[in-house]
């Protein structure tokens, strides 16, 4: 068990609508990141997000959004939602900035779009 | 081209083997190097992380780094049927407090008692 909980480990919804995924980090931990893996382009780095506040921004959708707490939990809202949206979305967390690499992440949450 | 590249397999070798995983990349910027192990509906976990050229042994893990060939590799030793996973390399700059980590594609491992 990493100590990262995501919520909900399933999902299926149809295009167009709008779908909100939540990630604990493990304790302690500051950085939450958010990755979505499909199979032909493996493991995407969406945003990360340090203590609240956006640090650095990968591959996301303009339909895609994220924020992260004060609590340090994290959500990840994709709207519009298409049929390519369908993957793996994994929560990642980790002390700080700067560290040495090492990401704790979550089971993933599946998302299947019909 | 991607800055990682790496076999998605699928690879099957009989239990007892050696297994050879390897990525090559094309940031030469690219500092730090890891390994990262995915079984089947679960997240990757840390395996092995290396900065340096050179091997890192872990168990019946070595992690080797060629930085002139932009080139890693991992080894398994004595593969056992739960080292069936997907194996994921993974690279790491920090430029000016700003960090980037790229995955590989992962390799698919199947051992086969």
Known sequence: DSGVT?????????????????CSPRSGDLSVYWYQQSLDQGLQFLIQYYNGEERAKGNILERFSAQQFPDLHSELNLSSLELGDSALYFCASSVGVGNTGELFFGEGSRLTVL | QKEVEQDPGPLSVPEGAIVSLNCTYSNSAFQYFMWYRQYSRKGP??????????????????????KSSKYISLFIRDSQPSD?????????????????????TGT?????P
């Open chain 1, 6 to 22: 995501q919520t909900p480990k399933h999902l299926i919804t149809a295009t167009g609508q709008r779908v909100t995924l939540r």
């Open chain 2, 45 to 66: 976990e840390l395996l092995m992380y290396t900065y340096s050229s050179g091997n890192k042994e872990d168990g019946r893990f070595t992690a080797q780094v060629d």
């Open chain 2, 84 to 104: 069936s996973a997907t194996y994921l390399c993974a690279m790491r700059l920090t430029n000016f407090g700003n960090e980037k980590l790229t995955f590989g």
């Open chain 2, 108 to 112: 698919r491992l199947t051992i086969i």
